[in-house]
């Protein structure tokens, strides 16, 4: 009997071992849902974001390094801040870029489509371009805030936020 009652005692303990192990199982697969990611070669990683109309600038985002182009030809406005003039990286943690990229594939953005024109006398183009191991992808909106998918903005936004010195759009009046 005491031999039976040890037998139950350790195959419930083996159970319940077995059990929190499956668990912990699921819970890594929940965490990183999209194995694409995992997939991807950090290297690999390339963002650019361009600017125009009264910029005409880029930011790149290669692995955790974001690095700002300013224009030194076209830029209509000199008298804005020496930032907007200068040459500048800044690191990014792999945790927010790894969340930037997995908004990036969860929006769909290798599906959208090329081009979004918009009619409008007055644009403020914006450009993305993405690659990400194989896939590559240029998407270029005549206006950054007309007819521009909600994720190429939130893209700008996010990039100016990362590189840290407040590098926002300038709106002239009129």
């Given at each position: 009997?005491?031999n039976?009652i040890?037998?139950?005692?350790?195959?419930?303990?083996?159970?319940i071992v077995?059990?929190m192990n499956?668990?912990?199982?699921?819970s890594?697969?929940?965490?990183?849902?999209?194995?694409?990611?995992?997939?991807?070669?950090?290297s690999t990683?390339?963002?650019i974001?361009?600017?125009?109309?009264?910029?005409?600038?880029?930011?790149?985002?290669?692995?955790?390094?974001?690095?700002?182009?300013?224009?030194?030809e076209?830029?209509?406005?000199?008298?804005?801040?020496a930032?907007?003039?200068t040459?500048s990286?800044?690191?990014?943690?792999?945790?927010e870029?790894?969340q930037?990229?997995?908004?990036?594939?969860e929006?769909?953005?290798?599906?959208?489509?090329?081009t979004y024109?918009?009619?409008a006398?007055?644009?403020s183009?914006?450009t993305?371009?993405?690659?990400?191991?194989?896939?590559h992808?240029k998407?270029?909106?005549d206006?950054?805030k007309?007819d521009?998918?909600?994720?190429?903005?939130?893209?700008?936004?996010?990039?100016?936020r990362?590189?840290?010195?407040?590098?926002?759009r300038?709106f002239?009046p009129g």
């Amino acid at each position: 009997m005491k031999n039976f009652i040890l037998f139950l005692i350790l195959n419930t303990m083996l159970l319940i071992v077995g059990c929190m192990n499956s668990n912990k199982r699921q819970s890594n697969i929940m965490v990183s849902k999209n194995p694409v990611i995992r997939s991807i070669d950090s290297s690999t990683i390339v963002l650019i974001v361009e600017r125009g109309a009264f910029h005409y600038d880029k930011f790149v985002l290669k692995d955790t390094i974001l690095s700002f182009y300013p224009d030194t030809e076209n830029s209509i406005n000199k008298d804005t801040l020496a930032s907007y003039h200068t040459y500048s990286t800044q690191k990014v943690s792999k945790t927010e870029r790894n969340q930037l990229i997995k908004k990036i594939l969860e929006s769909d953005f290798f599906n959208l489509k090329d081009t979004y024109n918009n009619q409008a006398s007055c644009n403020s183009m914006l450009t993305i371009t993405l690659s990400l191991g194989n896939k590559h992808k240029k998407i270029l909106c005549d206006d950054f805030k007309r007819d521009c998918p909600m994720l190429l903005q939130y893209l700008e936004s996010e990039i100016i936020r990362l590189h840290g010195y407040k590098l926002k759009r300038i709106f002239l009046p009129g």
